[in-house]
């Protein structure tokens, strides 16, 4: 075999390999996005970063535990907002839930429902006429 075979060969090989890839990239279902409406999530950035500038200038972030199978959100005052958990490993294990505090300014829930691993927790509360936004991962034994 000379080497003008060798090379025919060779880009033959590499062009099957490209299209193949272009081939799985169009017909596969999935994309790899975290989040299907990311565009307007980018739009409401900067609201959200208002948010969370403004539980560090309040010094108002919320104490997250878990302990003994219970999740527990303490707040330095009376809040009602809105908790979302979000799931790393499967989005169809996402909850989203609304909250008011109880008398000891905390919100409390069961965390042995919950998947064990890495979760996102975003809260979105609103307290003493003002709104705050904070984010944590946490990881659930």
């Known amino acids: 075999m000379n080497w003008g075979t060798r090379i025919i060969i060779g880009m033959s090989s590499f062009m099957v390999f490209i299209l193949g890839l272009g081939w799985f990239m169009v017909t ?3 994309d ?16 959200d970063y208002r948010l ?3 539980v ?23 809040s009602r907002g809105a908790i979302q958990l979000i799931c790393l490993a499967d989005k169809a294990m996402d909850r989203r839930l609304n909250f008011s505090t109880n008398s000891d ?5 069961d965390a042995d429902s919950l998947q064990k691993g ?15 936004l904070s984010e944590k991962e946490i990881v659930l034994p």
């Open 28 to 30: 596969s279902g999935q």
């Open 32 to 47: 790899g996005l975290v989040e299907n409406d990311y565009y307007e999530k980018g739009l409401q950035y900067d609201e």
């Open 52 to 54: 969370k500038q403004q």
């Open 56 to 78: 560090i200038k309040d010094n108002a972030a919320p104490e997250i535990s878990v302990v003994q199978g219970l999740l527990s959100i303490h707040f330095r005052s009376a």
């Open 105 to 109: 300014n905390s919100v409390e829930m």
């Open 118 to 132: 890495a979760w996102r927790l975003k809260v979105k509360w609103e307290s003493n006429g003002k709104h705050y």
